[in-house]
């Protein structure tokens, strides 16, 4: 899909933070648990409601997990024009490093349909130094 111009009615921001939750990981095990913060910003010009979403979440190993739903954290947010949604939803690797990327569907009151990319982004645990 070509990037939409920015006068165009369904323009929407996508923000993301990753967070790497060592107390619910377990290293030795394989189990390595991060959060991601999605900001969500209705940048167009119309009002679009969230009704799904697909995530393609890779680890280091190539394998690949997809996930789809209905809304985000049980809630289908409206976007006014200007208007921000953000949410915290997290995600399990059996690896340290891995990578989300997915998108969103998005519905306009005239019941047009529309899909948001989510950019790719980085989970991994953080080195530390001592």
Known sequence: MPRMEKNDPHDIDIQTRVNYLPEQSDESGNRFVFSYTITITNIGSTPARLISRH??????DNH??????????????????????EYTSGTVLTTQVGTMRGSYQMQTDDGSEFEVDIPQFVLSVPRVLH
């Open 55 to 60: 995530w393609v979440i890779t680890d280091a």
């Open 64 to 85: 690949v997990q997809e996930v789809r739903g209905q809304g985000v954290v049980g809630e289908q947010p409206l976007l006014n024009p200007n208007q921000s949604f």
